[in-house]
């Protein structure tokens, strides 16, 4: 697997690379925004890990052009900004994961292979409803209307139109994610809030319902 890191606090730099070559990733490193987007639009990645507080160009605005030049490079972010809101501008600007500050190296390896296998998993053409899920293209569909949708979001609205209507633990839409040792339910939540916002808020019928204590289910209005 292919890494771009673009962090310019080179303590931390130094430790992710460190860490990732050692367990046989092939890195690449840009100290600035402005050199990681150049770096990103120019090479050929797997994954990309992104620091927010970037100089020259800000990860945010990276994020933007990255994702406004048509590029699908699955982007995990790294942020000291904790808030809600915070990571759901991250993920309106194209992010697809995200790990808070101070991180363990074992999370990021599990967030970074888990977004690798989302991008190379094909399959059958998925309906409910007015909803179209087309697995090997990556393509969402409601109403005929394009979902933008991350990758978490993609594989998280794969995971549970797979077992509609039936309920899907929030153990196993995290294991979906992350595999078996990765993810909490906070992070579980907030990749949930963002695909309900694409899924669902621009639309009269929900399909999204959240079972309290439970997990998540997709249901049309006329499932049980």
Same mark, same amino acid.
């Given at each position: ?5 673009? *962090? ?84 309106? *600007? ?96 907030? #990749? ?19 079972? #309290? ?12």
């Amino acid at each position: 697997m292919r890494i771009l890191l673009i *962090e310019d606090q080179r303590d931390i730099a130094a430790n992710i690379w460190d860490y990732l070559e050692h367990r046989g990733f092939v890195m690449d490193h840009a100290g600035d925004g402005a050199s990681g987007l150049r770096m990103a639009l120019d090479g050929d990645y797997d994954v990309i890990i992104l620091d927010l507080g970037l100089p020259k160009l800000d990860g945010l605005d990276l994020c933007r052009a990255l994702r406004a030049a048509d590029r699908e490079t699955p982007v995990l972010m790294l942020t000291a900004r904790d808030t809600l809101d915070d990571k759901l501008v991250g993920f309106a *600007e194209g992010a697809d994961d995200y790990v808070v500050k101070p991180f363990a190296m074992k999370e990021v390896e599990a967030r970074l292979r888990a977004l690798y296998r989302r991008g190379k998993q094909p399959g059958e053409t998925l309906q409910l409803a007015d909803l179209r899920l087309d697995p090997l293209n990556r393509i969402a569909e409601r109403a005929g209307r394009r979902l933008t949708l991350t990758h978490s979001g993609f594989t998280l609205l794969e995971t549970l139109l797979r077992r509609s209507p039936n309920v899907v633990r929030h153990a196993e839409l995290a294991n979906a994610l992350w595999g078996e040792s990765g993810g909490d339910v906070a992070t579980l939540h907030t #990749h949930l809030s963002v695909l309900r916002a694409a899924l669902d808020r621009p639309f009269p019928v929900h399909l999204l319902q959240t079972v #309290h204590g439970f997990g998540y289910r997709l249901a049309d209005s006329g499932d049980g």
